[in-house]
């Protein structure tokens, strides 16, 4: 020791702190390992559900569509507003892989997409929040290892949902003869491109916020932008549709223009982001997001001490967040009407005045749905967060109180029932008075707050379901709860290519809303859902009473 | 309320998660205005106890009485009178110490600042950092200033001073006289057999969810012998044969065994005349109640097992 330099020294000394450290990803396979271990089931059931939906509507439209007459008929029913917005519309939408392609593209790629989101957040910040990546970095294991590998298996995993597209796709023969595969090839590619984009944003989420929660939240959100974006895009002069990521898998247009180098724009867009995450992981300390720790009141207001007072502050960012979400759509859908409405009439659509009426009226009435679908999954978020609570041991520390748990469980439950309700009347009026400024008519205003409405009881029936399973079932009960609204989505855009018999699909919660302002006001379906909420609510907050507290 | 002279009752309570016996018949009592230590093993059935006296989980069979009331069906009244402290402290991640000490403190009644600030100097905790910064210290630390700053009648304690440093565990002590000045009763479920025995008028004993050794500690030491260690010119032959002593064995020229209550004053005069030149005699401890107790049991287990194979192979 004695021969070394003091200046070598001092560099020496310096090196831990300041320079990169050594080895960023020793342990790398043995962490792939781990990480493949770990979600062996989940990878297998996104791969499977996803592969599985294409395959099955292929296979059901090629015994659907026997004729190019029939294929071509197809394309013209599939011309909808309510069909760009939601799904896309195929750039070869009269061939058998563009029918496949409107019914679930859209519904593949963005499920891969979230779907790697929440399996980065599971073994990344979810890890590092509650400290099991702690435990495995004391060990041989490099500060990238663990990150690198997640990232590694999901990339694997997109890779593999679009190459098995792709085989699917060529094996049931949807290329048009004589193209090749190319098509099949393409549609692939786009799938496991926007899954990659996923990945992207995941990793990045996974560094900015601090806990699991966040991430899933912010990923989400990116993802839900991204898709509005093309929405608008699609709806309008298609140039929101280039600059959203989800816009550009589109844009491949398999059977279509066929284009791979919008392939190329979402590899080089994941690298980007998955090295500003990289970059942002070596420059923070463990376990810290890019916010740091500011110190907080040293006292709570009284109304913390009831539940609602306290859901209310707990609840804050996803409340905020959700309100944002739903009076930015409401103004962007409503602003985005008139310019298709315009769009229509440009076509020479040889529509009668009445039908053209009808046509807004169709347009509106899907984009109400819409905001009745964003509020359920706010609503739905809310309402999981009674047994979020109760796994996590905090429902305990209160309860331990003078405080009932109907009394607990109800306050809570105000959050969705009183926010749904806020939220669905303040997107579906935004949604008008925007659409309604554009033709100078104040009385969309409120006919879409009552459109928007309308789909409260559907809503609270959604809030009912995790109800009950939180009384019933609650340790499966959140998972279980997201897999049914994901369940009813997956049925509610491709129900009719699942051979469900009719009364299936209308008694779904949404269906049996009333489609306002297309259809007029119908009184029973309304009632009667709101008892069946009511009632489910009863059912689980009941069981809830009854049963033990299980910390999960 | 008179009547209540237990704060706590518990006869042959039963719990059963699944197929799992958490409580087989448990017995248990915390008179009024007494500190009564629940000692156990991990998993012997101390916490699902602690949560059943809170109405978190509903007993299979047994009966339960706290103040006086049902733990069960009469929780939300009861609760204004408990203070509670979980062994292993969960807390809102995003809000700070402080705001969950208030928030605790208002859902069984109001809050006191004066004596909130008192405890939160006492136990040198800073209230404006938020709870995910926390250590576990730190964290048990809100749980135990929430329960000391109001005047509830009854203290349910679940290892309160798990990851609490030598000097915090002093102002713990220093707390719990104090409640009990007050005439307040507590139940304090711990492993540290030091901070029983300074506590703790009665000790409930506690092993795979029933009850194996319960009194004050007085009693509990009755049944114990004491430890002595001497080094004897005189040899020690001849104290194998005085009645009382046991355990008699020699390590390194010292002389060492245990002496039962009552037998001691015979034994001292015994070794009084073998020109002890150096003596120490231990007063047993809980811990070695408990060892003792553990151990036996675990001989009588081990036995059995090996009796099993035996049988077995035959």
Known sequence: MTTVAPRTRAAALALPTRGRPADTLAGLGAMVRFVVRRNRVRLAVWLVVLVGLFAYVGAYYKSLFTTQQALDDFAKVSDTPGIRALTGLAAAPNTLGGAVWTKVWMTCALALAFGVVFLVTRNGRADEEVGRTELLRSRELGLHAYPAASWLVCAVLSVLVGALIAVVSAASGLDPYGTGITGSLIVGASVTGVGLVGLGVGAVAGQVASTSRGANALGSAVLGVLYVMRMVGDLGDGRLTWASPVGWGQEMQPWGADRWWPFGLLVVLTVVLLALATVLEAHRDHGAGLMPQRPGPAGAPVRYATPLGLGLRLQRGPVVGWSVTVVLCGLLFGSVVHAMDNLLNDAGTPLPAILRGRGIDALMAVLAGMIALIVAVYAVQSATTLRADEASGLVETQLAGALSRWRWALQRLLIPAVGGAVLLAAGGALLGASYGATVHDGSWTGRMAVASLVYWPAVMVLVGVAVALFGWLPRVAIALTWGLLAALWFVMLIGDALHLPRWVLDVLPFSATPYMPLDPMRWTPVVVMTAVAALLVWVGVDRFARRDVVPG | ?314
């Open chain 2, 1 to 314: 309320m008179s009547s209540n002279a237990m704060a706590v009752e518990i006869e042959g309570l039963t719990k059963s998660f699944g197929n799992v016996h958490a409580l087989r018949g448990l017995d248990l009592t915390v008179p009024a205005g007494q500190v009564t230590g629940f000692l156990g093993p991990n998993g012997s059935g101390k916490t699902t106890t602690i949560r059943i006296l809170l109405g978190l989980l509903r007993s299979d069979g047994g009966r339960a009485t706290v103040l006086g009331g049902d733990p069960w069906a009469d929780a939300v009244r009861l609760h204004r009178s408990i203070a509670y402290v979980p062994g292993d402290v969960t807390l809102w991640h995003n809000l700070t110490g402080g705001e969950a000490i208030d928030i605790l403190c208002r859902l069984s009644g109001p809050l006191d600042p004066r004596r909130k600030q008192q405890m939160l100097d006492r136990f040198e905790l800073d209230p404006t950092k938020k709870a995910r910064t926390y250590s576990k210290g730190n964290r048990q630390k809100v749980a135990l200033v929430a329960a000391l700053a109001s005047d509830a009648e009854l203290l349910l304690l679940d290892e309160p001073t798990s990851g609490l440093d030598p000097i915090m565990e002093t102002a713990f002590t220093e707390s719990i006289a104090e409640v009990k000045a007050q005439g307040r009763s507590v139940l304090l479920s711990s492993h540290i057999f030091a901070e029983v025995e300074k506590l703790a008028d009665t000790v409930t004993i506690i092993r795979n969810g029933v009850t194996v050794e319960t009194g004050s500690i007085a009693q509990l030491r009755q049944r114990l012998r004491t430890q002595v260690t001497a080094v004897l010119a005189g040899g020690s032959a001849a104290l194998a044969a005085v009645d009382g002593v046991h355990d008699l064995v020699q390590v390194d020229g010292q002389t060492r065994f245990t002496v039962d209550e009552e037998s001691l004053p015979a034994v001292l005069a015994q070794v009084a005349r073998l020109q002890p030149r150096s003596l120490v005699a231990n007063p047993p401890s809980l811990e070695e109640l408990f060892l003792r107790h553990y151990g036996e049991e675990l001989a009588a287990v081990n036995g059995a097992d090996s009796n099993g194979r035996n049988g077995a192979q035959k």
